[in-house]
Every structure is written in structure tokens, then in C-alpha cells.
């Protein structure tokens, strides 16, 4: 028997919340819980539920998803967040995992991804939509391969400043750069190594090794630094190019 995992839906459109409660309804051990229309609402609920996983939309009334999903990772509840939106674009994104979700799904995907993503979020992963996590793969790569310029001065570039990644990420090995990579595609470790070649033992190897050099120990939160970091550096790179 699958284990309860208990679900707020958070979204203004009734007829969304509606079909979203038809599909996972059917899941076993699925449990919807309540049901939000605004952000205030989903984080009053949050607090006062503490669902498992909340399925947030970005637009709603009083205040947007973004915003309540910050505010939900403030009150410091085991309460997962996976953003379930219409916006593609690449900010809203980044935004969305700076504010502490868990994942980032676009409103286009089968009943199926979303039952794959509320189960691996639950289980403490962290989940993209396929095409959202191209994106976060290519910056990664482009950032794994690129040499990074010896600096004239010993000042710290605003990436090494405000990122708590900062010279330790490149500490890290090409394989160590593969596997985080993977696992932010929401990845099991025994799918890692699959997808890699290498035993399931061997990859939770490199991701004690990934924590240690960069002091992260939460998986969801390797994803959201790197993520970080990544745009931090495209900021530096910017600025030193005009």
C-alpha cells in the first residue's frame, strides 16, 4: 500500500481545483485536504493543515504563488511546495525555486507526471518539467565546461559574494556536475546511476561528497543553490560585457 500523502490544492480557478481533485482523488493513498483560492488562503491553510505537498499556482488574487510560497518556507513547516503554472518563461522559474519550491510544473502535463512529481517531492526530490529542466541543464553545463577567467584583483565577483556556493562549486568534479544535474531533473539515485553507468552506492558516494564541498546538506536545496549561482554568474557575465 502506497503511503497517505495528504494535498493542498492551491489555485482560483474552481474548475482547475476541480479536475486537480478528480485525478489525484483516484491515487491511492492521495488525500486532498482542503483547497485554496488566493495566497493568503494557501498559507493560512498551510499553517493550519500542514499538508504534505501543496500544488501552487502563480496567479491568484491578494497575493501570487511565488509569494506564498516563500512565506509558507518561513513558517518552517515539513510542507513540500510544487508550483503548477502556465508561465514558461525562465524568471518565473528561478523565482519560484529562490522562494523554496520544490518543483515547477507547467498546466500542460498528464495526469501521470503530476501523480510522479507529488511522489518524488513528497519523498524529499525535487521535480522540473522536462522542458523547464533543459534550461537549468544547459546553464549548468555551459558553467561546468567554461573556464572561469583568472581575476587581476582578489576581490570576490558578486557570485562568490551572495551565493553561498561560491568557489566551492568549482570544487566540484565533472561527475559530481553530471550527477547534480541529474538530480535536478528529479532523478532517483538508483535512476542516476542508471542513466550514468554507475552503481546507486557509487552516486550517493558523490552526493556526500557534493555536500560536503558545497555545505548543503538538503537535496531540494543543492538544486535551488545551484540554480542560484548560475544566475548570479549570467548577472557577472552581463556586467562585464557592457
Given amino acids: 500500500m ?7 490544492l492551491a489555485d482560483d480557478h474552481a474548475l482547475f481545483r476541480e479536475g486537480l481533485r478528480h485525478i489525484l482523488g483516484q491515487e491511492e493513498g492521495f488525500t ?10 494557501a498559507v493560512d491553510k498551510a499553517a493550519l493543515l500542514t499538508p504534505d505537498v501543496v500544488l501552487m499556482d502563480i496567479n491568484m488574487p491578494e497575493m501570487n504563488g511565488i509569494e506564498a510560497t516563500r512565506k509558507i518556507r518561513a513558517l518552517q513547516l515539513p510542507t513540500r511546495v510544487i508550483v503548477l503554472s502556465i508561465h514558461d518563461d525562465e524568471e518565473y522559474v528561478r523565482r519560484a ?3 523554496g519550491a520544490d518543483g515547477y510544473l507547467l498546466k500542460e502535463i498528464d495526469a501521470q507526471t503530476l ?15 522536462p ?7 544547459a546553464e549548468l553545463r555551459r558553467l561546468s565546461l567554461q573556464e572561469r577567467p583568472a581575476r587581476a584583483s582578489s576581490a570576490p565577483s558578486p557570485a562568490e559574494r551572495d551565493s553561498v556556493l561560491g ?10 556536475r553530471d550527477i547534480l544535474l541529474l538530480m535536478a531533473e528529479g ?5 542516476i546511476g542508471k542513466r550514468l553507468g554507475i552503481s546507486e552506492k557509487t552516486v550517493k558516494n558523490h552526493l556526500a561528497s557534493i555536500r560536503i564541498k558545497l555545505n548543503i546538506s538538503e537535496r531540494t536545496k543543492l538544486a535551488i543553490e545551484a540554480l542560484h549561482y548560475v544566475r548570479r554568474v549570467g548577472e557577472s557575465d552581463a556586467a562585464g560585457k557592457t
Fill in 2 to 8: 502506497n503511503e497517505r500523502i495528504t494535498i493542498l
Fill in 32 to 41: 486532498i485536504v482542503g483547497e485554496a483560492r488566493s495566497g493568503h488562503e
Fill in 97 to 99: 525555486l529562490l522562494a
Fill in 115 to 129: 501523480v510522479s512529481a507529488v511522489r518524488a517531492v513528497h519523498a524529499g526530490g525535487a521535480y522540473l518539467h
Fill in 131 to 137: 522542458r523547464l529542466a533543459g534550461y537549468v541543464i
Fill in 167 to 176: 568557489e566551492r562549486w568549482e570544487r566540484l568534479t565533472a561527475r559530481e
Fill in 187 to 191: 532523478l532517483s539515485n538508483g535512476e
